[in-house]
């Protein structure tokens, strides 16, 4: 199924975002064709508790290094957001070392080397992991992240169905975007307070309403305000992790630059209830998350104009059009995902 006709946020400087929470101009059709797998669990690998007597979280899952792509499948199909991309095959990726492992680092990126057409595609590449989760603490360390003109990269989990069981954006921009963008889309009834009464987190509310409408998919999101969070900062800053946690109480996200990464986290001990406040959060007093959110995988990509970057690419301080900076392989040198590794964990 393929949707074409929901709504987005436009990329615009934060002042002039926060002020056009209404805007309904831009359309994204979020990745309405991700196949559903069977939902999957595994309780082996107990790896410790978390302090203050909370319940433990035991390690589920563990990506990292070579097996990484043992444990992902490769998208082959035409990209949902209309991304001008050639999604590679993983004896594809591997030959055209765009997916490939450094010094333990696994590493995503688009072909940087061809001159395309303008109007053309550009080989690039989409991960979905195999194995689906209704909740647990996932976490991604980066060592680095895509941007540059005319590249839209996400660190996402999504449910079957799109979008009726949901969508968690988690690392998500477009173009030279200062810092990341958090969304949760719903395909049942789910709205935070519009004036951002009491909602338990340190991001900037930009828009309220959560449930995809047929012309309205912006999803309730927050801004971050560091700029380390994203793109050129966040590589800068020698990258940084994500954490999200998804319960019965809702869905938090955290975002930690490389030098502030909690020692829990770093000995496989995570522990939430000691990060403070989160970036981002969607309590349950607002939405019942047991039915619109559920059966998610994980997915890594870099897919570039599309639904979001290509109407944002005219506000974006890139020079030409979005067409022209795909043509140019120059763009691309900064277009890669550093991947230390990613754990999900399960109470």
């Known amino acids: 199924m393929r949707l074409t006709t929901t709504l987005v946020f436009s990329l615009l400087p934060i002042a002039v975002l926060a002020g056009r929470s209404s805007d309904t101009s831009h359309i994204r059709a979020r990745h309405a064709a991700h196949a559903a797998s069977l939902h999957a669990r595994d309780d082996a690998g107990y790896n410790g508790t978390t302090s203050g007597g909370n ?20 998208f082959e199909g035409d990209d949902p957001t209309h991304g001008s991309v050639n999604y590679q095959s993983r004896d ?21 080397t061809s001159t395309v057409p303008v109007g053309g595609k550009r080989d690039s590449v989409r991960l979905t992991s195999k194995k689906t989760w209704d909740r647990g603490l996932f976490i991604a360390d980066f060592a680095y992240m895509p941007h540059g003109c005319s590249i839209w990269p996400a660190y996402w989990s999504v449910g079957p169905n799109w979008p009726m069981a949901g969508e968690i954006d988690i690392l998500e921009g477009v173009h030279n975007q200062q810092t990341n963008q958090y969304t949760l889309h719903t395909g049942g009834p789910c709205s935070l307070p519009a004036d951002g009464s009491g909602i338990d987190a340190i991001g900037s509310l930009i828009w309220h309403g959560c449930q995809s409408q047929p012309t309205d998919n912006r999803g309730c999101g927050f801004l971050d305000s560091d700029t380390r969070s994203y793109g050129a900062g966040f590589n800068s800053a020698g990258g940084g992790v994500l954490a999200h946690e998804w319960n019965s109480q809702g869905v938090k996200i955290w975002f930690f630059p490389r030098a502030e990464v909690p020692a829990d986290i770093n000995s496989d ?18 939405c019942d998350f047991s039915s619109v959110l559920y059966q998610h995988s994980l997915i890594i990509d870099i897919t570039l104009c599309g639904d979001w970057a290509g109407p944002a690419y005219s506000g974006s301080g890139c020079p030409g059009t979005c067409a022209q900076a795909i043509a140019d392989p120059a763009n691309f040198a900064a277009a890669k995902w550093g991947i230390n590794y990613i754990s999900v964990f399960q109470s």
Do not use: C, M
């Not at 563990?62 to 444990?71: K, L, M, T």
């Not at 989160?278 to 007093?285: D, L, N, R, V």
């Open 55 to 74: 319940p433990p979280y035991n390690i589920h899952e563990h990506y990292q290094g070579q097996s990484f792509f043992n444990d992902w499948s490769f």
């Open 92 to 112: 594809q990726a591997i030959a055209k070392k765009l997916a490939y492992v450094k010094d333990n680092v696994t590493v995503l990126t688009v072909d940087s």
């Open 269 to 286: 001990h995570p522990n939430p209830t000691s990060w403070g406040r989160p970036i981002a959060a969607w309590s349950s007093k607002f």
